[in-house]
């Protein structure tokens, strides 16, 4: 069921969403070679805290970790541990959620540290596109399959490629409600999309080949052929003329 959110309903929206967002650039602000994942964890886990809100990834169908942190060849889903160490060079996706006010804010972004290499830089840079291409003239109407088409096209005229296993989603009270949001498909399929519908737009993009393969952790995603992979998401209100990114 998609849900339609009420005017009082995105007010109490906007908190999660705020501190959702300030997380991330508190965690990307913290980056140093050195760092373990799980301290770095340990800075979103502190500061959703001290907002007086919950990290809505700890204990999320038994997640042990306040933000999923995934490195290079892994797409999603890292867990934060002792021995994984932040190294110059190396594409760290950081994916985080808060609930406050009953509601849930969900985003991601992917940093480096030190030099990186001009294709890794190129294939953060066009992840985050993908996402601006996918809000682009959305609003009330606009077709749910528009959103993957545009990521798509994006993506693979830059010679990247789309993980079809995980998709974006709608999220409200729950992180994840429906409808699914893929990042590929075509132009002018599916429901449209409704002023008051939040959904979670979350553009996964593969260096190489598209296909993935699930770690025996349980959580983990990484490349099949070991390329670098990239994230991008924010939660996204759609209003009768537009899109509102509220976690930015
Ligand atoms: N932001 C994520 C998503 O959109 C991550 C959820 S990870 C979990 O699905 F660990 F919390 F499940
Ligand atoms: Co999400």
Redesign the pocket.
């Given at each position: 069921m998609i849900t339609i959110k009420t005017a009082a309903e995105i007010e109490a929206m906007r908190e999660p969403c705020r501190i959702t967002r300030d997380v991330l650039e508190v965690m990307g602000k913290s980056l140093r070679e050195g760092m373990t994942t799980a301290q770095l964890d340990k800075i979103a886990f502190e500061y959703i805290k001290d907002c007086g809100a919950e990290p809505?990834?700890l204990g999320?169908?038994g997640?042990p970790a306040s933000s999923?942190i995934s490195l290079d060849d892994m797409v999603?889903?890292g867990i934060p541990n002792e021995h994984t160490v932040l190294r110059p060079g190396v594409i760290v996706s950081i994916?985080v959620?808060a609930v406050k006010n009953g509601f849930v804010g969900?985003a991601?972004r992917s940093f480096y540290i030190g030099e990186i290499s001009p294709e890794k830089k190129k294939l953060i840079d066009v992840t985050r596109e993908c996402f601006f291409e996918a809000v682009k003239d959305l609003s009330d109407g606009t077709p749910l399959g528009d959103i993957g088409w545009r990521v798509q096209t994006h993506a693979e005229e830059n010679g990247f490629s789309v993980v079809r296993e995980?998709v974006?989603?709608g999220v409200g009270r729950q992180?994840?409600e429906d409808p699914s949001v893929p990042n590929f498909g075509k132009k002018g399929t599916g429901i449209r999309l409704k002023a008051g519908m939040t959904i979670?737009i979350?553009p996964m993009i593969n260096l190489g080949e598209r296909y993935v393969k699930f770690l025996p952790d349980g959580?983990g995603v990484a490349t099949r052929d070991g390329k670098p992979s990239a994230h991008y998401?924010n939660t996204v209100l759609i209003t009768k003329d537009g899109a509102e990114i509220l976690t930015l």
């Amino acid at each position: 069921m998609i849900t339609i959110k009420t005017a009082a309903e995105i007010e109490a929206m906007r908190e999660p969403c705020r501190i959702t967002r300030d997380v991330l650039e508190v965690m990307g602000k913290s980056l140093r070679e050195g760092m373990t994942t799980a301290q770095l964890d340990k800075i979103a886990f502190e500061y959703i805290k001290d907002c007086g809100a919950e990290p809505a990834f700890l204990g999320y169908g038994g997640y042990p970790a306040s933000s999923c942190i995934s490195l290079d060849d892994m797409v999603v889903h890292g867990i934060p541990n002792e021995h994984t160490v932040l190294r110059p060079g190396v594409i760290v996706s950081i994916d985080v959620g808060a609930v406050k006010n009953g509601f849930v804010g969900d985003a991601a972004r992917s940093f480096y540290i030190g030099e990186i290499s001009p294709e890794k830089k190129k294939l953060i840079d066009v992840t985050r596109e993908c996402f601006f291409e996918a809000v682009k003239d959305l609003s009330d109407g606009t077709p749910l399959g528009d959103i993957g088409w545009r990521v798509q096209t994006h993506a693979e005229e830059n010679g990247f490629s789309v993980v079809r296993e995980m998709v974006g989603h709608g999220v409200g009270r729950q992180m994840h409600e429906d409808p699914s949001v893929p990042n590929f498909g075509k132009k002018g399929t599916g429901i449209r999309l409704k002023a008051g519908m939040t959904i979670a737009i979350e553009p996964m993009i593969n260096l190489g080949e598209r296909y993935v393969k699930f770690l025996p952790d349980g959580w983990g995603v990484a490349t099949r052929d070991g390329k670098p992979s990239a994230h991008y998401e924010n939660t996204v209100l759609i209003t009768k003329d537009g899109a509102e990114i509220l976690t930015l």
